[in-house]
């Protein structure tokens, strides 16, 4: 019998990945909001055969810059 259990039940439609293969994704499409003040979640988003791949390409770079310019305080 489980003490504690959590279930994911986030049907938020993007992810990481999903930003660095499709087109239509923008990056506020994959971020959580949270009740946690200044704290916000990416998931990874769809699983991709390409995984490694993609965060290690230039895609993963332009979006991590990105991120950069967007949270200056972090």
Known sequence: ???????????????????????????QDAIVETNVPKLRIMASGDRSRRST?????????ALLSQLASEYQDH
Not at 2 to 22: C, H, M, N, Q, S
Not at 53 to 61: K, P, T, Y
């Open 1 to 27: 019998m489980f003490a504690r259990l959590g279930i994911d039940v986030d049907v938020k439609p993007a992810g990481l990945l999903d930003l660095l293969t499709r087109d239509d994704v923008e990056l």
């Open 53 to 61: 791949e993609l965060l290690a390409s230039a895609a993963m770079d």
